[in-house]
């Protein structure tokens, strides 16, 4: 199964981006709950996404609903859809667990 970020993945990367696997990463997998319709014509269609394992007032997630396949092609999710939801960050942005710094 892809994961959103793996769909999803911006084209901007910059030279000095380090390589994804060197940053720090926990992966939640997730179901699409349902799809929302743009309330303007000129919003984008948003996918709800419930994050297992995330708290019960916060596991609940909205993105835009629009992803690109391997051939960068515009898909969308469909309800019931299971996806991996990974939360990534920069080593300078995370701290040894337990210490206050």
């Given at each position: 199964m892809r994961s959103v970020k793996e769909w999803s993945r911006l084209t901007t990367q910059t030279q000095n981006d380090k390589?994804?696997?060197?940053k720090p990463?926990?992966?939640?997998?997730?179901t699409v709950e349902k799809i929302i319709?743009?309330?303007?014509?000129?919003?984008?269609?948003?996918?709800?996404?419930?994050?297992?394992?995330?708290d019960e007032l916060y596991r609940e997630?909205?993105?835009?609903?629009?992803?690109?396949?391997e051939?960068?092609?515009?898909?969308?999710?469909?309800?019931g859809a299971q996806?991996?939801?990974t939360i990534e960050a920069d080593v300078s942005e995370?701290?040894?667990k337990g210490s206050s710094g």
């Open positions: 390589p994804d696997a060197e990463s926990v992966t939640l997998p997730g319709p743009p309330m303007h014509p000129s919003d984008a269609e948003k996918a709800q996404i419930v994050v297992e394992g995330a997630i909205r993105v835009e609903n629009s992803l690109q396949d051939h960068g092609k515009a898909v969308a999710l469909k309800p996806v991996d939801v995370t701290k040894p």
